[in-house]
């Protein structure tokens, strides 16, 4: 063996060992009785270093020992769940400048399922959203390039670069019968997060295009701008989460509180110590609990399902439209030291009532069948968590993979800012009036 492979080994052994050993660690600290379950596997390390001794002695071309011990990396965490993660230095830059609200490409939220790149959402204002990508779209080429078994960071990175460069994506959209291709021009992205206007005298609207650290000071500012137009505090909002792909936890938790008097927002479990916790409401809703009607859809994702879930259970809010994506689960950023760090999927969410969201989504108050706008032969089915290959079950009820049926009904296909006003909107119709028959209930119990 050559003194270049006994060093990949070592490496190998080492990192292995440093999992190892924390694991053992962790459980011997919570329950004795696991430590066999965390020994370390040698029969399947002596495979491991077998197969890495095979391609560094055998394989048709070299292979640097940091290519290889980085893809097995990949490997191990990309079979967990869908959004684990290994992120070089270059995607563990992107993911710290994405959550600041600013970026280099396309403007979709995007995961993987079966090999291929799948849309969750586009983002508002942004190349992706005005070439009329959607949600639930499959990507299959970048460029001339298939996705089939890329990783999914490798496809994030390709769709970034610099702006005014251009890719071709090949889509594979339900409904359409052959696959066609749309040409983009990479952007900076500059993801305004929070976007607002009167819908008429008193009611107000608030969309939030996705989460970001400075989202709820943000929709503390436009909702005083908004009743400084209206000359008087509002009597109705409706905050828009559709195609809201999630975004920061503390945005998210932050926006819930500023609707909420006390109680819970969101609960966190799982195996680590530091993954059981609770958010808690403080003091102070901003409206003065005048009536809010909370839109989502399918492309309601994580955060977004926080903070409809928290609304929800505490009878702040009506959520009004399509069950939403089903992603309740905490990744957690795990540097490495070497500017490269591990996304790891350590904890579910739950709702104020102990509701997992994994896998199964807010169902809303009112469900309305989506009505199409646009002049669209198409029909469209968002994709859902539970559509996600390796996906995380929802642990309530002793539920499984099949028990989860997937909504069968076609989303919107114009929302948010997209329309010019309510009636060119559906959902943000059938919001309005629930606004004024709310509101004027609420009068009536008040006089």
Do not use: C
């Not at 270093?49 to 055998?58: E, R, S």
């Not at 190349?127 to 299959?140: M, T």
């Not at 409904?175 to 021009?185: E, I």
């Not at 099949?402 to 559906?426: C, L, R």
């Amino acid at each position: 063996m050559s003194a270049a492979t006994r060093h990949g080994l070592a490496l190998a052994l080492s990192f292995l060992a440093g999992v190892s050993l924390t694991t053992v660690h962790a459980v011997w600290a919570e329950k004795e009785t696991a430590a066999e379950d965390s020994r370390l596997p040698l029969d399947e390390l002596r495979t491991f270093t077998g197969v890495l001794d095979a391609v560094k002695q055998d394989y048709v071309e070299p292979v640097k020992d940091k290519d290889l011990l980085e893809n097995a990396i990949r490997g191990m965490l990309s079979n967990l769940d869908p959004h684990s993660a290994y992120l070089d230095a270059e995607a563990f830059q992107d993911l710290q400048i994405g959550t600041s609200g600013e970026f280099g490409g396309l403007g979709i939220e995007v995961g993987q399922e079966e090999g291929f790149i799948k849309i969750i959402a586009p983002i508002d204002d942004t190349p992706a959203q005005r070439a009329g990508l959607r949600a639930g779209d499959l990507i299959i080429r970048l460029d001339d390039t298939s996705v089939k078994g890329m990783p999914l960071a490798d496809a994030i990175q390709r769709m970034r670069g610099k702006p005014n460069t251009a890719i071709t994506l090949t889509i594979v959209r339900e409904g359409t019968k052959k696959p066609f291709k749309v040409k983009l021009v990479r952007e900076v992205i500059q993801v305004r997060s929070v976007k607002s206007r009167l819908l008429e005298p008193d009611f107000g609207y608030l969309r939030i295009t996705q989460f970001q650290s400075k989202t709820a000071q943000n929709l503390e500012q436009a909702l005083q701008e908004l009743e400084q137009q209206n000359k008087k505090p509002l009597r109705g909002l409706v905050l828009d989460l559709r195609n809201n792909p999630g975004g920061v936890l503390n945005g998210a938790v932050d926006v819930a509180d500023d609707f909420l008097e006390d109680g819970a927002i969101v609960q966190t479990k799982g195996r680590g110590n530091d993954s059981d916790q609770s958010f808690k409401a403080t003091p102070g809703d901003l409206l003065k609990g005048a009536p809010l009607v909370v839109l989502v859809n399918g492309g309601s994702a994580s955060a977004s399902e926080i903070v409809a879930g928290a609304l929800q259970d505490h009878r702040r809010a009506l959520i009004l439209g399509e069950r939403t994506f089903g992603k309740g689960s905490v990744q957690t950023i795990l540097p490495l030291g070497n500017g490269t760090a591990v996304k790891l999927t350590t904890a579910r969410y739950y709702t104020p009532n102990g509701r997992s969201i994994q896998a199964e989504g807010i169902e809303p108050d009112i469900k309305l069948k989506s009505l199409k706008i646009a002049a669209d032969d198409a029909d469209i089915n968002f994709i859902k968590e539970s559509d996600l290959s390796g996906h995380l079950n929802n642990d309530h009820h002793g539920q499984s993979d099949d028990d989860t049926q997937p909504d069968d009904t076609a989303p919107m296909t114009i929302g948010g800012e997209a329309a010019d006003s309510a009636q060119n909107d559906y959902a943000l119709y059938e919001a309005l009036n629930l606004l004024r028959g709310m509101s004027l209930l609420q009068d009536h119990k008040n006089g």
